[in-house]
């Protein structure tokens, strides 16, 4: 199974930092916050990576090479401008073949198991299973539309009464999810969620353990904080 790490953002919050490095090799816990997931996927039997980059993408590359020194490899998706994620996603299908795949942003700071989203992704036919998402409850802080968990285990959008959940930006897609996205125009992904719910395409859990958006220095600051305490 493949994994595509997305690490193509700007990180306009995070400035100064982010003037001169991506957001994705900030470190916390004394690695690249990129790193934990690669790790993560590896220990997990993931070991065929694509990462995406548009902000001083080359450095990204430079930093972690071919993958071999973390057991994995990994091909890259260079963006001549940021495709935001659905649009980055469809320009790296040819990398991702033609089975279920995982994707993960590459600022969170996470304890979610890589095992159970692979699971999931197996499950996925194509048809009436398009992507299955991880939720958790609600930050404290903006994290977008609000999504909720139906007994069916299928995500649909927030109604009153519904309880709200935030996208952790961990996800598995079947490849036929993105086949009407095109390739090389900028797309955000959320549009083409909302569509495929609205189908009852999309299944999801929620994450009870760590997640952490780490979109700002301060969250950075925290984030260095867990990870630093984390066994390597």
């Given amino acids: 199974m493949r994994a595509m790490i997305l690490a193509a953002g700007r990180g306009e919050r995070m400035r100064p930092l982010t003037d001169h490095a991506p957001k994705p090799l900030l470190p916390a816990g004394g690695k690249p916050l990129i790193q934990w997931h690669i790790e993560r996927l590896a220990r997990a039997g993931v070991a065929e990576l694509v990462i995406n980059h548009a ?9 972690l090479g ?52 692979a699971a999931a992704a197996a499950r996925l036919n194509g048809e009436s299973a398009l992507a299955h998402l991880v939720l958790t409850p609600k930050a404290g802080y903006p994290t977008g539309r609000d999504l909720t968990l139906r007994a069916d285990g299928r995500v649909a959008a927030c109604e009153a009464g519904d309880t709200p959940f935030t996208f952790c930006g961990l996800a598995a897609y079947h490849p036929a999810f993105f086949r009407d996205v095109p390739a090389g125009e900028p797309s955000p992904l959320l549009p083409w969620l ?3 719910m609205a189908r009852g395409q999309v299944t999801g859990e929620v994450q009870r353990g760590l997640w952490l958006d780490v979109g700002t220095p301060e969250r950075l600051a925290e984030a260095d904080r867990i990870a630093g305490g984390w066994t390597p």
């Fill in 194 to 196: 909302l569509a495929a």
């Fill in 55 to 63: 902000w001083l993408g080359q450095r990204i590359e430079d930093a």
């Fill in 66 to 117: 071919d993958g071999s020194r973390f057991g994995v490899s990994i091909a890259y998706s260079p963006e001549g401008r940021a495709l935001e994620t659905a649009g980055g996603i469809a320009a790296a299908l040819p990398l991702l073949g033609d089975a279920p795949f995982l994707v993960l942003n590459g600022d969170v700071l996470t304890d979610f198991p890589a095992e159970r989203l």
